[in-house]
C-alpha cells in the first residue's frame, strides 16, 4: 500500500515523507484517528516507504509490502479463539486472513476484523501471548539489512499483562526498530507506553474525500458519493457501509424500533417491563461486538430523530423499513430536555458493555432510564 492510495490526511502524509528523508524517524510513533480515517493504511503505507525507499530492489520490495509478505514487516492485532485456533490466539495464526481482510477492508473497523474471522460474537485482544511472540520477532536481526517494523493496529485492545511486558522493548528496541502502535481510543493505552511514543493525530476525513474516493473506487455518481459522503461523516468506513448497505444495519432497526416501542409503553405499565427484559436478553445473547455496533446506532437514530425535529431534513439521511414507522411521528419526543441525558446514557452501556459487564443488566437498565427520557417534557421559551 502505497501514500497515493491513503484518502486525505495530506498534511499528514507530507510530514512522515519529510521526517523519514531527514532521518528523523522515531523509534516508536502513536497514530491516533476514528475509526475510518485511514489510520492503519497510513501506517502500511508509511512502513512500505520506509521499508523500500532505499532498499537494493524497490520493485521486489514494493511487491512484498504490497502482498504484507515482506520479512521485515510484522504485525499485531486483536485475535480470539475460532473455530480453527483453539487455544493461545495470537496473531501469526491468523496471518492469511489478514492479509485477505487489508486487501478487501483497508479502512475496516476491529468490528469488522472479528466478522472477517467468524467471531463477531467475541471480543478480541492483544494479549501476553503475543507480546511475547512480538519480543521474539524483533529480537532476531533484518531479513533484508533495513528496518524492522512492527505495527499494533488497536492498540488499546493490549492488555495490561502484554503492555508491561512490551514496555521495555517499546523504550529501548533493538537498533533499526520501528513500532506503529494504531488506535482509535488513546485513553485506553497504558501511559507509560503512551508517553514513549511520537503522537500523530487523524482527522476525519473530508467530506469531498470521500466522495471522490467514493466516485473513482465504487465507480457511482458525483451525486450520491456526495449524498454518502455527508453522512459517513468522515468515516471512510462507514461510507461503504452506507453504499453497500450492510445486512446489519435491518436487523439493528428491528431492535431499536421494539425497544422504543416498549419503552414509551411501560410507563405506568408494569407489564410491558417484561418486554423490556424480553428485549435485553434477545441483545445479549448477540455478543459484545455487536452490542457496541447497535448502541452506536442507536445513537444515530436518535440524532436524526433531534435534527428532524428542530427543522432541518436536509440533514436526515436515515431512510427506515419497518411498516408503521415514521421518524418525523418520533422525532418530536427527541429535543433538548433529554437528548443529552441519552447520549451519555447509552455512552456510559457502552463502557461497561465494554468491559465486560453484564449486558443483559446493562440494557434493562438503559431500558428503564429511557422510558422515562422518552416522556421528559421540552420546555417552551417564553418570548
Same mark, same amino acid.
Given at each position: 500500500m502505497t501514500f497515493d492510495e491513503i484518502i486525505g490526511q495530506n498534511h499528514i502524509k507530507k510530514h512522515l515523507v519529510q521526517s523519514a528523508e531527514n532521518g528523523r524517524i522515531p523509534h516508536a510513533q502513536l497514530f491516533v484517528g476514528k475509526e475510518g480515517s485511514g489510520t492503519l493504511a497510513t501506517a502500511i503505507a508509511y512502513a512500505q516507504f520506509l521499508l523500500c525507499n532505499s532498499a537494493p530492489n524497490p520493485e521486489v520490495c514494493n511487491l512484498k509490502c504490497n502482498k504484507l509478505q515482506h520479512p521485515d514487516l510484522h504485525f499485531a492485532f486483536p485475535v480470539t479463539t475460532n473455530d480453527t485456533v483453539k487455544k493461545h490466539p495470537v496473531s501469526s495464526l491468523f496471518m492469511e486472513d489478514w492479509r485477505s481482510f487489508i486487501d478487501k477492508q483497508p479502512y475496516g473497523s476491529l468490528f469488522n476484523w472479528l466478522q472477517h474471522i467468524g467471531v463477531e460474537n467475541k471480543q478480541g485482544q492483544i494479549g501476553v501471548d503475543e507480546a511475547e511472540e512480538i519480543v521474539k520477532k524483533l529480537q532476531l536481526k533484518s531479513y533484508e539489512g533495513g528496518f524492522k517494523i512492527m505495527i499494533i493496529w488497536m492498540a488499546e485492545k493490549m492488555n495490561t499483562a502484554a503492555s508491561n511486558k512490551l514496555l521495555k522493548l517499546i523504550e529501548e528496541p533493538p537498533n533499526k526498530t520501528i513500532f506503529l502502535l494504531v488506535a482509535e481510543d488513546e485513553g485506553q493505552i497504558i501511559?507509560?507506553?503512551?508517553?514513549?511514543?511520537?503522537?500523530?493525530?487523524?482527522?476525519? /476525513?473530508?467530506?469531498?474525500?470521500?466522495?471522490?474516493?467514493? /466516485?473513482?473506487?465504487?465507480? &457511482?455518481?458525483?451525486?450520491?458519493?456526495?449524498?454518502?459522503?455527508?453522512?459517513?461523516?468522515?468515516?471512510?468506513?462507514?461510507?461503504?457501509?452506507?453504499?453497500?448497505?450492510?445486512?446489519?444495519?435491518?436487523?439493528?432497526?428491528?431492535?431499536?424500533?421494539?425497544w422504543i416501542r416498549a419503552a414509551f409503553r411501560a410507563k405506568g405499565n408494569a407489564a410491558v417491563i417484561q418486554d423490556l427484559i424480553g428485549w435485553s436478553e434477545e441483545i445479549a445473547k448477540s455478543g459484545r461486538e455487536t452490542q457496541k455496533q447497535f448502541l452506536q446506532y442507536c445513537l444515530q437514530f436518535f440524532r436524526q430523530a433531534l435534527l428532524l425535529?428542530?427543522?432541518?431534513?436536509?440533514? /436526515?439521511?436515515?431512510?427506515?423499513?419497518?411498516?408503521?414507522?415514521?421518524?418525523?411521528?418520533?422525532?418530536?419526543? &427527541?429535543?433538548?430536555?433529554?437528548?443529552?441525558?441519552?447520549?451519555?446514557?447509552?455512552?456510559?452501556?457502552?463502557?461497561? &458493555?465494554?468491559?465486560?459487564?453484564?449486558?443483559?443488566?446493562?440494557?434493562?437498565?438503559?431500558?428503564?432510564?429511557?422510558?422515562?427520557?422518552?416522556?421528559?417534557?421540552?420546555?417552551?421559551?417564553?418570548?
Open positions: 501511559n507509560t507506553i503512551k508517553s514513549r511514543c511520537q503522537a500523530i493525530h487523524f482527522t476525519p /476525513v473530508s467530506n469531498q474525500d470521500v466522495a471522490n474516493a467514493l /466516485v473513482s473506487r465504487e465507480q &457511482i455518481n458525483e451525486n450520491e458519493a456526495t449524498k454518502i459522503a455527508y453522512q459517513s461523516e468522515g468515516n471512510y468506513n462507514k461510507a461503504l457501509h452506507i453504499l453497500h448497505n450492510n445486512s446489519n444495519d435491518l436487523q439493528f432497526e428491528e431492535w431499536f424500533i421494539t425535529n428542530y427543522g432541518t431534513p436536509d440533514l /436526515v439521511f436515515l431512510e427506515t423499513q419497518t411498516a408503521n414507522f415514521d421518524l418525523a411521528k418520533f422525532a418530536p419526543f &427527541i429535543h433538548s430536555a433529554n437528548m443529552l441525558t441519552i447520549e451519555k446514557e447509552v455512552g456510559e452501556a457502552q463502557y461497561h &458493555i465494554e468491559r465486560n459487564g453484564n449486558a443483559k443488566i446493562i440494557l434493562l437498565d438503559l431500558s428503564i432510564k429511557l422510558t422515562r427520557l422518552l416522556h421528559t417534557k421540552e420546555e417552551k421559551i417564553q418570548s
